[in-house]
């Protein structure tokens, strides 16, 4: 019997067969979400060579292709940008500012430990002016 | 402290009662440039007078009690003007602090020009009215508690941590 079914196979042309299917009716009977509910996408991606993959990107491509007008406008790099060539002016006040609340916090735990008193608390109103604009 | 653990403590500090430090590096400023525009004021107004009527005038010591008074009315309105317009001095706004109501809101134009009015009695008292600023929890010395006002730290944050952002990727040595 054997004998018979592989002589059958034998004479079958796949190509021919696959070629008569109607692959898109074959397809549409095919429920998508249980297949992909029985893959396991972790064990899948776990085999994924990511360098081997990455190799075959050509990035100078993908680079030419990114729209860096349209990330400047809508992401802060733009402006990190702008703030990284800015003027000596705003990082001197910066310096300024910042020693200025160090020294405020120093002396504020000196205070502190001088009357005894707990760290912490209110440190601020409960409302500010132009928090928009400010934060 | 490293310095981005810094950084990221003195921009986090917006909106809380400004120190005594920051408060005091203001006032410094601010007494410079009142002074300085006082000074220039005089000079401009010698200057006027020479030209107008031809004499030259000086100022004697026996008129010290007016020129103290003119600068006394100068001061009163240069800081009651910058408090009651916009809650902060030239120096205020260097250091990034802003007079605000107690309760956090903006500030009245009217309690801008108490606190200017009330400002010289911290002094009068032997300077016990700013003893506050260093003692009190919110800060606030004599005038503040006279005007209903409060220091806080107000500054751009955004404009302040895109700047700080900036500087750490310059410092990083794989850049942005």
């Known amino acids: ?135 | 402290m490293n310095r981005r653990a810094g950084e990221a403590a003195w921009i986090g500090a917006l909106g809380h009662y400004a120190g005594a430090a920051s408060r005091f590096l203001a006032y410094a400023v601010d007494v410079i440039v009142s002074w300085s525009l006082y000074t220039l004021g005089v000079a401009g107004v010698t200057f006027v007078i020479k030209i107008v009527t031809g004499r030259s005038v000086t100022w004697h010591p026996d008129n010290s009690i007016i020129v103290a008074a003119i600068f006394a009315v100068w001061e009163l309105a240069y800081f009651g003007y910058c408090w009651a317009a916009g809650g902060r001095t030239p120096g205020m706004a260097l250091l990034g602090v802003r007079v605000v109501r107690a309760d956090g809101t903006e500030i009245d134009p009217w309690r801008g020009v108490v606190r200017a009015l009330a400002f010289p009695l911290s002094i009068i008292l032997f300077g016990l009215g700013f003893a506050g600023i260093l003692l009190q929890r919110e800060h606030r010395a004599l005038h503040d508690l006279i005007a209903g006002t409060a220091v806080v730290y107000a500054w751009d944050a955004r404009g302040a941590r895109l700047r700080s952002l900036a500087r750490a990727a310059r410092r990083s040595p794989s850049g942005l």
Not at chain 1, 34 to 63: F, G, P, Q
Not at chain 1, 74 to 102: K, L, W, Y
């Open chain 1, 1 to 135: 019997m054997e004998r018979v079914l592989d002589l059958v196979v034998q004479s079958l042309d796949v190509n021919e067969l696959v070629q008569q299917a109607d692959v898109n009716r074959l397809l549409s009977r095919v429920d998508v979400n249980a297949v992909l509910e029985k893959v396991d996408l972790d064990a899948l991606l776990s085999r994924v060579d990511l360098d081997a993959l990455l190799d075959r990107v050509d990035v100078n491509r993908l680079i030419t292709r990114v729209d860096i007008d349209s990330i400047a406008q809508h992401t802060d790099i733009g402006a990190v940008f702008v703030a990284s060539s800015g003027n000596m002016a705003s990082g001197a006040v910066d310096i300024v500012r910042g020693q200025a609340v160090a020294a405020d916090q120093r002396i504020d735990r000196w205070v502190h430990r001088l009357l005894r008193r707990k760290t912490g608390g209110l440190v601020g109103p409960p409302t500010l002016p132009h928090a928009e604009a400010e934060t």
